[in-house]
């Protein structure tokens, strides 16, 4: 199975900011819209940030002003700067590309916020 290879988790305080990065090997292409999910322990993975092609985005309200997705079509990547983290933000971060011919995911990375 073709994964996506993400980067930059750690721990930081509260109120601190890491930045993610999460690379497609060229095997995959035709990338449409690729995201970031998250997953705290004990809940669902959800769906938090998404970027088209076309570099429009979305974000679910909880991360709206504190996070930002970013892409780089030429080097299949996807980037998230986190900014003003809390607590809640804890959890493993997951990013994921979309194409025509299936869904490919990341290995996770753990982000932990605590002081």
């Known amino acids: 199975q073709v994964q996506l290879v993400e980067s930059g988790g750690g721990l930081v305080q509260p109120g601190g900011s890491l930045r993610l990065s999460c690379a497609a090997p060229?095997?995959?292409?035709?990338?449409?819209?690729m995201g970031w999910y998250r997953q705290a322990p004990g809940k669902q993975r959800e769906l938090f940030a998404t970027?088209?092609?076309?570099?429009?985005?979305f974000y679910v309200d909880s991360v709206k002003g504190r996070f930002t997705i970013s892409r780089d079509n030429a080097k299949n990547s996807v980037y998230l700067q986190m900014n003003s983290l809390k607590h809640e933000d804890t959890a493993v971060y997951y990013c994921?590309?979309?194409?025509?011919?299936?869904?490919?995911w990341g290995q996770g990375t753990q982000v932990t916020v605590s002081s």
């Open positions: 994921n590309a979309g194409t025509r011919v299936g869904t490919f």
């Open positions: 060229g095997s995959i292409f035709s990338i449409n819209v």
């Open positions: 970027i088209t092609s076309g570099s429009i985005s």
